[in-house]
């Protein structure tokens, strides 16, 4: 059974620090591309930040808004991906999701999310 398992979440105040981490299971999981995407309340969900299957030349990228403050990383040995997020901000405030992708086998699958949210 597949499961993407994501925690970390919470409260946080404005230039605060969280971890997110997503626990994999029942998959192969060093050969997905990772990703974390988030929706905000009103606006649709984007692309936050993601990271190649590849340890050996692993490559990130990064929506603009969180360049230099949200760092993507994955533990192989651990089957588990996270997302270090600095100096958060209201506008950072959504439900956080955990995506795994292959190409290769044409799989896609999501985490339930968690909730994130910014506020003083």
């Known amino acids: 059974q597949v499961q993407l398992v994501e925690s970390g979440g919470g409260l946080v105040l404005p230039g605060g620090t969280l971890r997110l981490s997503c626990a994999a299971s029942?998959?192969?999981?060093?050969?997905?591309?990772m990703r974390w995407d988030r929706k905000a309340l009103g606006k649709v969900r984007e692309l936050v930040a993601a990271i190649t299957r590849s340890i050996i030349d692993t490559r990130t990228d990064y929506t603009d808004s969180v360049k230099g403050r949200f760092t993507i990383s994955r533990d192989n040995g651990k089957n588990t991906v996270y997302l270090q997020m600095d100096s958060l901000k209201p506008d950072d405030t959504a439900v956080y999701f955990c995506?795994?992708?292959?190409?290769?086998?044409?799989?896609?699958?999501w985490g339930q999310g968690t909730l994130v949210t910014v506020s003083s």
């Open positions: 995506n795994a992708h292959s190409d290769l086998r044409g799989s896609d699958y």
């Open positions: 029942g998959f192969a999981f060093s050969s997905y591309a």
